[in-house]
């Protein structure tokens, strides 16, 4: 069978839809500011936290639903519906449809608010605060408004989780129970409290770009400072192709791999990236010299970038193209894996790849990236590294429509 993607839709902090997320990959407009959602307030006296907020979701879901779930929910309605309708999946048999949901603990922030509305007076607790909090229920939601009948859960892999989504679509379509399965990547609404938390740890950017928001993401720069937050949310639709009839593919999913390295934090480790990467490589039958394009996982943080670049070295990838999508949209934690590989497909659609913003000391000169300037460029086969802290490393090999060997 040949496996395809023939849907995508996407929220980010230039809008929703892939209009506004094609016209931000390629013009690379600053989107970096302070955040400014309820529950992400810093502590007295610290500076305010940088990233990425998007535009509040379309309503799509009927009042008595939408006053009874969070923005999370909100934005995978939004990205599934522009998915479903572009893959054509009325047409498609309801039992043969499966959803995975890339995320966990995804609605902090709204849940942080509910606490402090409700301490002190928990006989007034709603009752759907039993269920709208727990990750599942975006697959309830998902599949009130849509007829997925397959099957619908969801897989928590931190930073990994929506590669990690795509690896499961893939395996539960190779396996046979659907013809056609969704990988959605959810967005994780942080509170102040995780900001914190990840600042204090040296994992997302700290202080010193804190007056100049739009150079605080630097990803595989000399003088980065961490990741920073932006908000995100993108659906994959799956499918086999020589059983669902799309009236579009963007590319084909040629190989997969992870693989988990045996750290519980974010300790980086390139050797447990390369070997992903080998797994993903072998499945498509490739080899690295194959690769003409790596979407790097690129984060931005200190330690990561540096691992990352080894891991380069070891595949010997330096000559391939290589960006960083958070560059130019924030790192969207679970949701990162899924739009970047939305990304990497809409790169293959253009014929170019985008910039990568505020690449201005690369870590390595050597390295083929593409700088502050989108390039000319056909991609056959591309690579795309997500990673997620305790150990999870991924690696997704895409070609062009049709390319790849027939597996049974």
């Known amino acids: ?20 997320f094609s016209e931000a990959l390629f013009e690379t407009p600053d989107l970096f500011s302070y955040l400014g959602r309820e529950g992400r307030e810093p502590a007295e006296g610290d500076t305010p936290f940088i990233g990425v907020e998007m535009p509040e979701p379309p309503a799509i879901l009927p009042p008595r639903i939408a006053r009874t779930v969070g923005l999370s929910a909100r934005a995978a309605v939004s990205v599934l519906s522009e998915a479903w309708q572009e893959a054509g999946l009325d047409h498609v048999d309801p039992e043969r ?13 709204e849940r942080e608010l509910a606490l402090g509305e409700y301490a002190g007076r928990l006989s007034y607790v709603p009752p759907r605060h039993g269920h709208m909090f727990q990750d599942t229920d975006i697959c309830g939601v998902c599949a009130t408004v849509f007829p997925i009948r397959g099957f619908a859960v969801t897989v928590g892999a931190a930073s990994a989780s929506g590669a990690v989504a795509v690896i499961q679509a893939v395996d539960a379509i190779r396996s046979g129970r659907v013809d056609v399965c969704i990988a959605l990547g959810a967005l994780q609404d942080l509170s102040a409290h995780d900001l914190q938390a990840l600042r204090a740890m040296g994992a997302m950017g700290s202080s010193r770009f804190a007056n100049s928001p739009s150079k605080a993401c630097r990803p595989m720069d000399a003088d980065r400072d961490g990741f920073i937050y932006g908000e995100a949310s993108a659906a994959l639709v799956i499918s086999r192709t020589d059983r669902v009839n799309s009236p579009k593919l963007y590319g084909s999913v040629l190989g997969t791999g992870i693989f988990n390295d045996g750290t519980r934090g974010p300790e980086p480790n390139s050797d447990g990236q390369a070997r992903a990467a080998g797994k993903a490589l072998a499945e498509a039958g490739l080899t690295a010299a194959g690769i003409d394009y790596v979407n790097g996982h690129a984060t931005g943080t200190p330690a990561g970038d540096t691992e990352e670049l080894e891991t380069y070295r070891m595949l010997e990838l330096q000559n391939a193209h290589i960006n960083a999508t958070k560059s130019i949209f924030g790192h969207g934690l679970s949701a990162s894996g899924a739009i970047e590989v939305a990304a990497v497909l809409m790169q293959m659609e253009e014929g170019r790849l985008h910039p990568t913003r505020n690449l201005d000391h690369p870590l390595d000169p050597a390295v083929n990236w593409v700088g502050p300037r989108a390039a000319n460029h056909a991609i056959r086969h591309a690579l795309k590294f997500s990673f997620g802290f305790g150990g999870v490393n991924t690696a997704l090999v895409l070609g062009v429509p049709g390319s790849g060997k027939q597996s049974k």
């Open 1 to 20: 069978m040949r496996i395809g993607i023939s849907g995508i839709g996407v929220a980010c902090g230039a809008g929703h839809g892939k209009a506004a």
């Open 97 to 109: 449809i499966g959803l995975v949901v890339g995320g966990s603990n995804l609605m902090s922030r």
